[in-house]
Every structure is written in structure tokens, then in C-alpha cells.
């Protein structure tokens, strides 16, 4: 439809553009999907990524201070994540508090952090690896996309052929049969919740060597947008269906719109409305098959 | 260590559990021989769940031993229950239906299926075949297991279960919790033949409903009845009718359901007229109830009586029928038209469907009738007051007071309270009560009993789908049998004139 709309959505130049423009939002549904996978939900993205961001532009090369610390500052970015991704977690089973409040208060966090480290000076980094990362490319598309495509697959490894992967399947579908079976639940909740943090603090790297900066405001709008791509990739809020492969479809689908709506000369300012509305017409049109009459919706 | 063939494989011995309100075990005594089909039977509420499920290590009971090949133990979980060799197929399937059937079999003990967290598809598929070449099926491990039918899932679980046997050096003890309710008559050959197969190597628990079939597949029956042991039997030669007398005790000198009570019942116009009720499991359904009737369904697990019940409550689409009331049409397309046509339900799921836990019993009595307590659009306190005291009274409710939360109540007064729901408005014409006395201890429903026939005295219509056959026969004063969706027959059920069982168990299979 946008093709007809536009001869620039047509373009070779305006496919890289979308696909480039995924890599991003790839990274942190993949993290997100596992979360969705076992019922639960993760709004904690946005905070992760700000931190992560921040830490790693002040660990390479950077206008700030005189580290340069190359990809050992990347590792220390996702370890970081990784580790908010456990504080969810570990909330979550230890104190009961609800995953979506639990993720709130770490992407809360996440964001005080950030801004205790940006400290009023916005550190620009001359790292260029890092730069390069969003320059140059390989076989058309820039190395970004590659990660993310890295991410996707591994991603699909973890779902198919790990415990961790199985058993997010396993507590979305049936919890209760877990614990019957004597299977620990706790410790691979936590664990996939670090996972998905992992991939937030990968997809806050990725943000700044687009921008060539650390910017608190690094993963504003990603959370949202991430679950709205993982559902209408097809996997269920309610969990135990979908998975990152389907999430990687509606990846591509989300932003394929977003960048359609752009080239038939939408205003952005409408963007964020439509954005809203296609995940709420999404998740009705994922449950109307299971609709019962006098169901309690919470 | 070898254990002599005379010890029981599973032996227990005055087990006690209480309940708040209510006694669910009051020293059971429980013998499993080695390689013996025991079947265990006893009414709803007599304390086979938890019985099973203290011997899976899901209750902890309060009192009293269990002993495994003679040894004391302590289960304290269902992984407890599993090194010392008992596992048990539950009634409400216990599968991840989103995953493969071989990872559902090796659920939670994956062995050499799973190395340092990664899969092994094919070491997975291997493991899986070897437990369902145990019972002979012919399943494919790597389906998933939503796509199975009831039937194969269940020989899954079976499969599942039997891996208990890695972690004991025992013959195991499989207990299966009335594994034939789901299945068709040629499934439960299939089921039957595989019990039998179980017998070689282990011990097996066989807890059902139906007599016939408890006879026809165990080699001993032992009977339970408000959570004690009062008997067993040899099933050779036994009958279905001498384990009946058994489970129901000698309830006809008492009165239990306090058939010298019940109402005469008006001719004429009746007060519910249901005609052509179809849904998506039930069709065709015709009933009528008069003023002052208790009219009971029965029918097995699937026969679309709850169905219907609920549909009458328009909480269940119904696709075509009419429903009337008193001679006038109307339209229940929704719980609310209902409930202002005088209609009122008890729902079977007390604890989720029928009371607000944590509010108090005054909230939870006027929840559907909020004008009893109301002027205009506030809460009245003294009209709230004055109405739910006196319902407490007339209702002999045993409450701390109107304003303590209902959860802290037994349970025969919380069912007193959502029965009060209905009453307090004053225009009740037509009550439906599924499972009304569904946990509840002999006395709390002898007193449900004593309600449902004062309401039915003052000339409210009474649906009842009974707990058991027995209280659908001692309750009603006549009874529909339903069938696979649609009611088969009509029973007349006077005082003193009432069917036996057994004729209407030959209609309900």
C-alpha cells in the first residue's frame, strides 16, 4: 500500500533505511519476547538502555573522562543490563511485586542512573569502532543490522534449544505443572529476566553509536514499542505462544508502517497515536479466539 | 534392600487433616499391597482428595503416619512423594500444553536430555520413547501436546509418571485420580489394559466415581466416608450396590434431607418454562419447574448439565430456546436480565465464583441486590444493618459479626451468605444452585438442605445440580437425567416413592 502511496518507500535506499532503522528496536524485542513468553511483562527497557548508554559512552573513548576502554566497555554496558534484568527478576519472586510494577521501578532506576552519570554534560564518544558500528556497512547494510540479526538468531537458540528458552514456554503455559513436576521456577524467571536485560543493554549500546553520544533519553519509547512489535508478531501477552522468530516479523512489520506513514507524509506528531492504536487492535484481534462470555480481564 | 512381599507397598495410618470448618480426614487407615490395583472410593467430600494428595506430599496432614515398604515417612512435596516412589496422574490434566510430549514426560528430570542447559532433541525423543514403549504407545514424543487427544495426553501423563522409577529402586506406587472421567468407553478399555500392565511392575491407586468400573479393574476396594475408612472389599463377586451402601452409610433413619419437609407443590402454570435450550454443549433442552418445586439434573462429567444451569443464568451463550418465567418471556442474554427476573445462582466454585473473599459478610450479602441496603445512590448503614442482621439471624449464620470478612467464615456459613444474596431483595422466584453443598461437612449441609426446603416451603422454584446421586434423590422432587448434551429422561422423586441410583446410573453412561 505505502509502495503505491510512494515511490520513495520503493526505493533500495529507503528498504536499507527500514531495516537499518529496525536494528534497534530488534535487539530489545528479542529481550522482550522472552519476558512475554512466561506471562510476564518487562516496561524496564527504556531505563535499562539509558543506563547502559551512559556507562558505555563513558567507558570508551569519550569527550568526558580518559578511558578507552573499546569493547570491554560494551561487555561492562550489557553486563550492567544484565544485571537490572535480575533486579526485576529477583523483585518479582522474592517480594512478589507484579512484573509490570517491578520493571516500572527498574526502568526508573535505570534512568536516575543515567542521569546521576550524564551529570549535566552530554558525553560524546570517539570510540570508532563504536561510531563505525552505525556508518559503515557490509553487504548493504550497516553493521548494526547485523548484530541485530545476530541477536534474533541467538535469540531462536535460546527459545529452541535451551532449559531457560523451554521453560519460559513451559511457565506461560502451565506454571502450576512446573511446580508439580518439581521444577524451581524462581531461578529461571530471574534468569530470563536477566536475558532480556542483557539484550536492553546491547540494544542502549547500539542507540549511542547511532547518535555518537550517551543520551539518558537513549531508549525513550522503545519499551513500548517493542511489545507492541512482539505482539503483532504474534506472541501472546498471556504467554506460553509466539516467540522471537515471530517477534523479529512484527519487528519488521511495526517498522515498516511507522516508516510508511512517513513517506505518504504523515505528520510524526500523529505517530505516536497510531503506534498506540495498532497494539491495542492487535492484542484484541490475538484474543478473540479465546474470548469467553463473563471472562474477568485485569 | 529387599522388602518382603508381604509388606505393603504403601500403608497409612490414622491420618488426620483438618480443614477451618471442616474435618477432610479423621483417621484414614489405607493399605496398598504390592503389585494391587486398590481402588478407593466414597462420596464428593469424603476425603479422597486429600487423602491422594497427601500422599503425593501436596497437604502435610496433621496427624497420623505414612509408610512406605514399612518405613515411615514424611512427604513434604511432590518431589518427596517421588524419591520414595509414589506418583500420581491428576484429574485436571497436569501437562504444559504448550510443549512437545517428550518434554512434557521428562519434565523436571530431563537426564542426558539436557547438557549444561542445552537441548538434545534426539537424546530427548529417545528418553521420551523408552517411557511410552513402557506402556506400549505409540505417541510421537516430539507433538505438542495440545494437539493430542484426551486420551493420549493421559498416556502421557501415565509415561510422565512412570519416570518415578529412576528415582527409587522400588516398584512404584501410581496413584490416578479418576482418570476415566474424561474419556470415551473405548479410551477406557485402553486405560483398563494399561492398569493391568501397571500391575506387573508396581502398584496402583484407582480412584473413580463410577463402581462398575472400579470392580471391573481393581483387585481390592477400600471405601471412604466423611474422611474415615469404613471398609473394603474384594472386588471378585461384590457389586456395585453393596460399595454404595457402603459410601452413603445409613442415611434413612435421620432424615437427612429432611424429606418430611418438602413442599407441595403447586399445578398450574409453571414458574420456569424452558423450551428447545440449545448451547454449544447442550441441545434441545425442554424443562419446567413449578412454584415450590426442587426439580434435580444429574448426568456425568461432559453431559452439559452445568452448561445449562449457567445458561439459564445467562452466563453461557445459548443459541437458540426460550426461556419463560410465570407465563412471561424473557430474554437472558446476559446475568443481569436474569437477576432481574427473580433469578438467582450459587455457583459450583464457591471460593472464585461465588463470594468476594476478603469483603465482609455484609458486602458480599447485598453484592447483586444493592437496594436492599441503599437510598438512592449511598449505602444506607442502618438499612444495611438492619437487613443483613436480620438475614444472619433467620438463616442462623455463625458469624463474629455483619462486618467480618467472609473468607474467615466455614464454609457452610459462606454458602449460607451467597444463598442470603438472593433472598434479600425479596423477589427470588427461581434459584439455581450448582454444587450447593460442594465441601461442606454433614452438618453445614444438612443445613443447606433444611433452607433449600423452607425457601422451596415459601414457594421458590429450585434447580439443583447435586454433589451426589443420593442428594439429587434425596433433594428433589423430580429428577431429569441428561445425557451427552440433552436430557434422556424424566423421574418422578416423591417422598417416599424415589428411584434407586442404580436405575438412573443406567441412564447417565
Same mark, same amino acid.
Given at each position: 500500500?505505502?509502495?503505491?502511496?510512494?515511490?520513495?518507500?520503493?526505493?533500495?535506499?529507503?528498504?536499507?533505511?527500514?531495516?537499518?532503522?529496525?536494528?534497534?528496536?530488534?535487539?530489545?524485542?528479542?529481550?522482550?519476547?522472552?519476558?512475554?513468553?512466561?506471562?510476564?511483562?518487562?516496561?524496564?527497557?527504556?531505563?535499562?538502555?539509558?543506563?547502559?548508554?551512559?556507562?558505555?559512552?563513558?567507558?570508551?573513548?569519550?569527550?568526558?573522562?580518559?578511558?578507552?576502554?573499546?569493547?570491554?566497555?560494551?561487555?561492562?554496558?550489557?553486563?550492567?543490563?544484565?544485571?537490572?534484568?535480575?533486579?526485576?527478576?529477583?523483585?518479582?519472586?522474592?517480594?512478589?511485586?507484579?512484573?509490570?510494577?517491578? $520493571?516500572?521501578?527498574?526502568?526508573?532506576?535505570?534512568?536516575?542512573?543515567? $542521569?546521576?552519570?550524564?551529570?549535566?554534560?552530554?558525553?560524546?564518544?570517539?570510540?570508532?569502532?563504536?561510531?563505525?558500528?552505525?556508518?559503515?556497512?557490509?553487504?548493504?547494510?550497516?553493521?548494526?543490522?547485523?548484530?541485530?540479526? $545476530?541477536?534474533?538468531?541467538?535469540?531462536?537458540?535460546?527459545?529452541?534449544?535451551?532449559?531457560?528458552?523451554?521453560?519460559?514456554?513451559?511457565?506461560?503455559?502451565?506454571?502450576?505443572?512446573?511446580?508439580?513436576?518439581?521444577?524451581?521456577?524462581?531461578?529461571?524467571?530471574?534468569?530470563?529476566?536477566?536475558?532480556?536485560?542483557?539484550?536492553?543493554?546491547?540494544?542502549?549500546?547500539?542507540?549511542?553509536?547511532?547518535?555518537?553520544?550517551?543520551?539518558?533519553?537513549?531508549?525513550?519509547?522503545?519499551?513500548?514499542?517493542?511489545?507492541?512489535?512482539?505482539?503483532?508478531?504474534?506472541?501472546?501477552? $498471556?504467554?506460553?505462544?509466539?516467540?522471537?522468530?515471530?517477534?523479529?516479523?512484527?519487528?519488521?512489520?511495526?517498522?515498516?508502517?511507522?516508516?510508511?506513514?512517513?513517506?505518504?507524509?504523515?505528520?510524526?506528531?500523529?505517530?505516536?497515536?497510531?503506534?498506540?492504536?495498532?497494539?491495542?487492535?492487535?492484542?484484541?484481534?490475538?484474543?478473540?479466539?479465546?474470548?469467553?462470555?463473563?471472562?474477568?480481564?485485569? | 534392600?529387599?522388602?518382603?512381599?508381604?509388606?505393603?507397598?504403601?500403608?497409612?495410618?490414622?491420618?488426620?487433616?483438618?480443614?477451618?470448618?471442616?474435618?477432610?480426614?479423621?483417621?484414614?487407615?489405607?493399605?496398598?499391597?504390592?503389585?494391587?490395583?486398590?481402588?478407593?472410593?466414597?462420596?464428593?467430600?469424603?476425603?479422597?482428595?486429600?487423602?491422594?494428595?497427601?500422599?503425593?506430599?501436596?497437604?502435610?496432614?496433621?496427624?497420623?503416619?505414612?509408610?512406605?515398604?514399612?518405613?515411615?515417612?514424611?512427604?513434604?512435596?511432590?518431589?518427596?512423594?517421588?524419591?520414595?516412589?509414589?506418583?500420581?496422574?491428576?484429574?485436571?490434566?497436569?501437562?504444559?500444553?504448550?510443549?512437545?510430549?517428550?518434554?512434557?514426560?521428562?519434565?523436571?528430570?530431563?537426564?542426558?536430555?539436557?547438557?549444561?542447559?542445552?537441548?538434545? +532433541?534426539?537424546? *530427548?525423543?529417545?528418553?521420551?520413547?523408552?517411557?511410552?514403549?513402557?506402556?506400549?504407545?505409540?505417541?510421537?514424543?516430539?507433538?505438542?501436546?495440545?494437539?493430542?487427544?484426551?486420551?493420549?495426553?493421559?498416556?502421557?501423563?501415565?509415561?510422565?509418571?512412570?519416570?518415578?522409577?529412576?528415582?527409587?529402586?522400588?516398584?512404584?506406587?501410581?496413584?490416578?485420580?479418576?482418570?476415566?472421567?474424561?474419556?470415551?468407553?473405548?479410551?477406557?478399555?485402553?486405560?483398563?489394559?494399561?492398569?493391568?500392565?501397571?500391575?506387573?511392575?508396581?502398584?496402583?491407586?484407582?480412584?473413580?466415581?463410577?463402581?462398575?468400573?472400579?470392580?471391573?479393574?481393581?483387585?481390592?476396594?477400600?471405601?471412604?466416608?466423611?474422611?474415615?475408612?469404613?471398609?473394603?472389599?474384594?472386588?471378585?463377586?461384590?457389586?456395585?450396590?453393596?460399595?454404595?451402601?457402603? *459410601?452413603?452409610?445409613?442415611?434413612?433413619?435421620?432424615?437427612?434431607?429432611?424429606?418430611?419437609?418438602?413442599?407441595?407443590?403447586?399445578?398450574?402454570?409453571?414458574?420456569?418454562?424452558?423450551?428447545?435450550?440449545?448451547?454449544?454443549?447442550?441441545?434441545?433442552?425442554?424443562?419446567?419447574?413449578?412454584?415450590?418445586?426442587?426439580?434435580?439434573?444429574?448426568?456425568?462429567?461432559?453431559?452439559?448439565?452445568?452448561?445449562?444451569?449457567?445458561?439459564?443464568?445467562?452466563?453461557?451463550?445459548?443459541?437458540?430456546?426460550?426461556? +419463560? *418465567?410465570?407465563?412471561?418471556?424473557?430474554?437472558?442474554?446476559?446475568?443481569?436480565?436474569?437477576?432481574?427476573?427473580?433469578?438467582?445462582?450459587?455457583?459450583?466454585?464457591?471460593?472464585?465464583?461465588?463470594?468476594?473473599?476478603?469483603?465482609?459478610?455484609?458486602?458480599?450479602?447485598?453484592?447483586?441486590?444493592?437496594?436492599?441496603? /441503599?437510598?438512592?445512590?449511598?449505602?444506607?448503614?442502618?438499612?444495611?444493618?438492619?437487613?443483613?442482621?436480620? +438475614?444472619?439471624?433467620?438463616?442462623?449464620?455463625?458469624?463474629?459479626?455483619?462486618?467480618?470478612?467472609?473468607?474467615?467464615?466455614?464454609?457452610?456459613?459462606?454458602?449460607?451468605?451467597?444463598?442470603?444474596? +438472593?433472598?434479600?431483595?425479596?423477589?427470588?422466584?427461581?434459584?439455581?444452585?450448582?454444587?450447593?453443598?460442594?465441601?461442606?461437612?454433614?452438618?453445614?449441609?444438612?443445613?443447606?438442605?433444611?433452607?433449600?426446603?423452607?425457601?422451596?416451603?415459601?414457594?421458590?422454584?429450585?434447580?439443583?445440580?447435586?454433589?451426589?446421586?443420593?442428594?439429587?434423590?434425596? *433433594?428433589?422432587?423430580?429428577?431429569?437425567?441428561?445425557?451427552?448434551?440433552?436430557?434422556?429422561?424424566?423421574?418422578? /422423586?416423591?417422598?417416599?416413592?424415589?428411584?434407586?441410583?442404580?436405575?438412573?446410573?443406567?441412564?447417565?453412561?
Amino acid at each position: 500500500m505505502f509502495a503505491v502511496l510512494s515511490p520513495r518507500f520503493r526505493s533500495i535506499e529507503n528498504v536499507q533505511n527500514m531495516v537499518d532503522a529496525a536494528a534497534v528496536l530488534a535487539v530489545v524485542t528479542c529481550g522482550i519476547t522472552f519476558v512475554l513468553l512466561m506471562g510476564s511483562i518487562d516496561l524496564s527497557a527504556a531505563g535499562v538502555m539509558g543506563a547502559s548508554a551512559l556507562t558505555v559512552s563513558l567507558l570508551v573513548a569519550n569527550n568526558r573522562n580518559d578511558n578507552d576502554l573499546g569493547l570491554l566497555g560494551i561487555g561492562v554496558a550489557v553486563l550492567l543490563g544484565c544485571a537490572f534484568g535480575c533486579l526485576s527478576g529477583l523483585a518479582l519472586v522474592l517480594l512478589k511485586v507484579p512484573s509490570f510494577m517491578a $520493571t516500572l521501578g527498574v526502568s526508573a532506576v535505570g534512568l536516575g542512573v543515567a $542521569t546521576l552519570m550524564f551529570a549535566g554534560v552530554q558525553p560524546n564518544i570517539s570510540d570508532a569502532m563504536l561510531k563505525g558500528w552505525a556508518i559503515e556497512r557490509f553487504l548493504g547494510l550497516s553493521y548494526l543490522t547485523w548484530i541485530a540479526a $545476530t541477536c534474533v538468531l541467538v535469540g531462536w537458540l535460546l527459545q529452541r534449544y535451551t532449559r531457560l528458552g523451554r521453560y519460559a514456554f513451559a511457565i506461560g503455559g502451565a506454571e502450576e505443572v512446573l511446580a508439580l513436576s518439581g521444577v524451581r521456577v524462581k531461578p529461571y524467571k530471574v534468569a530470563v529476566f536477566a536475558v532480556a536485560g542483557a539484550f536492553y543493554g546491547l540494544a542502549g549500546v547500539m542507540v549511542t553509536s547511532q547518535l555518537g553520544a550517551g543520551l539518558v533519553q537513549a531508549g525513550s519509547g522503545y519499551d513500548f514499542s517493542a511489545i507492541t512489535a512482539a505482539v503483532v508478531g504474534g506472541t501472546l501477552l $498471556t504467554g506460553g505462544r509466539g516467540g522471537v522468530l515471530h517477534s523479529a516479523v512484527g519487528v519488521l512489520l511495526v517498522v515498516v508502517l511507522t516508516n510508511g506513514l512517513v513517506q505518504i507524509g504523515v505528520s510524526p506528531y500523529w505517530q505516536g497515536g497510531v503506534e498506540g492504536l495498532i497494539v491495542v487492535a492487535a492484542v484484541a484481534a490475538a484474543v478473540i479466539p479465546q474470548r469467553r462470555r463473563n471472562q474477568v480481564v485485569k | 534392600m529387599s522388602v518382603p512381599a508381604s509388606t505393603p507397598a504403601l500403608e497409612v495410618r490414622g491420618l488426620v487433616k483438618h480443614y477451618p470448618g471442616v474435618k477432610a480426614l479423621d483417621g484414614v487407615d489405607l493399605v496398598v499391597r504390592q503389585h494391587e490395583v486398590l481402588g478407593l472410593v466414597g462420596e464428593n467430600g469424603a476425603g479422597k482428595s486429600t487423602l491422594l494428595k497427601a500422599l503425593v506430599g501436596l497437604v502435610v496432614p496433621d496427624a497420623g503416619e505414612i509408610r512406605v515398604r514399612g518405613e515411615a515417612v514424611k512427604l513434604r512435596s511432590v518431589v518427596d512423594a517421588a524419591d520414595h516412589g509414589i506418583g500420581m496422574v491428576f484429574q485436571e490434566q497436569s501437562l504444559v500444553p504448550n510443549l512437545t510430549a517428550a518434554e512434557n514426560i521428562l519434565l523436571g528430570g530431563e537426564g542426558p536430555g539436557v547438557r549444561r542447559g542445552v537441548y538434545r +532433541w534426539d537424546a *530427548m525423543r529417545r528418553l521420551a520413547q523408552e517411557q511410552l514403549d513402557k506402556i506400549g504407545s505409540n505417541i510421537d514424543p516430539l507433538v505438542r501436546t495440545d494437539a493430542l487427544s484426551f486420551a493420549d495426553r493421559q498416556m502421557v501423563e501415565i509415561a510422565k509418571v512412570l519416570r518415578i522409577e529412576q528415582r527409587s529402586q522400588h516398584p512404584p506406587v501410581i496413584v490416578l485420580d479418576e482418570p476415566t472421567s474424561v474419556l470415551e468407553s473405548k479410551e477406557i478399555e485402553t486405560l483398563f489394559a494399561q492398569i493391568r500392565r501397571l500391575r506387573e511392575f508396581a502398584s496402583v491407586v484407582f480412584v473413580s466415581h463410577r463402581l462398575d468400573e472400579v470392580l471391573e479393574v481393581c483387585d481390592r476396594v477400600a471405601v471412604l466416608r466423611n474422611g474415615q475408612s469404613v471398609g473394603e472389599v474384594a472386588a471378585a463377586g461384590a457389586v456395585p450396590r453393596e460399595l454404595h451402601r457402603m *459410601m452413603i452409610g445409613s442415611t434413612g433413619s435421620d432424615d437427612h434431607y429432611h424429606e418430611n419437609a418438602a413442599a407441595v407443590v403447586e399445578s398450574g402454570q409453571p414458574r420456569l418454562a424452558v423450551r428447545g435450550l440449545s448451547g454449544t454443549s447442550f441441545q434441545d433442552v425442554n424443562l419446567d419447574v413449578a412454584a415450590g418445586e426442587i426439580v434435580a439434573i444429574v448426568g456425568v462429567h461432559g453431559s452439559g448439565r452445568e452448561d445449562v444451569c449457567r445458561a439459564l443464568f445467562g452466563a453461557e451463550p445459548v443459541t437458540a430456546g426460550e426461556i +419463560w *418465567m410465570d407465563g412471561k418471556k424473557i430474554d437472558i442474554s446476559g446475568t443481569r436480565a436474569a437477576c432481574a427476573a427473580g433469578i438467582g445462582y450459587v455457583p459450583a466454585e464457591r471460593k472464585t465464583e461465588g463470594m468476594v473473599g476478603p469483603m465482609s459478610v455484609a458486602e458480599n450479602m447485598t453484592l447483586a441486590k444493592q437496594r436492599a441496603r /441503599c437510598a438512592g445512590p449511598f449505602v444506607a448503614p442502618g438499612k444495611q444493618a438492619t437487613v443483613v442482621d436480620r +438475614w444472619i439471624d433467620r438463616l442462623s449464620i455463625r458469624t463474629p459479626g455483619r462486618d467480618t470478612p467472609i473468607q474467615r467464615l466455614s464454609g457452610g456459613n459462606q454458602q449460607k451468605v451467597v444463598l442470603a444474596r +438472593w433472598l434479600v431483595g425479596g423477589d427470588i422466584r427461581l434459584l439455581l444452585l450448582d454444587h450447593p453443598t460442594r465441601g461442606l461437612d454433614i452438618g453445614a449441609r444438612s443445613e443447606v438442605y433444611r433452607l433449600m426446603r423452607e425457601l422451596a416451603a415459601s414457594g421458590v422454584a429450585t434447580v439443583l445440580l447435586a454433589d451426589s446421586l443420593e442428594e439429587a434423590i434425596g *433433594m428433589a422432587d423430580r429428577i431429569l437425567v441428561m445425557n451427552d448434551g440433552r436430557v434422556v429422561s424424566e423421574v418422578g /422423586c416423591p417422598a417416599g416413592g424415589k428411584p434407586s441410583p442404580l436405575d438412573l446410573v443406567k441412564e447417565m453412561v
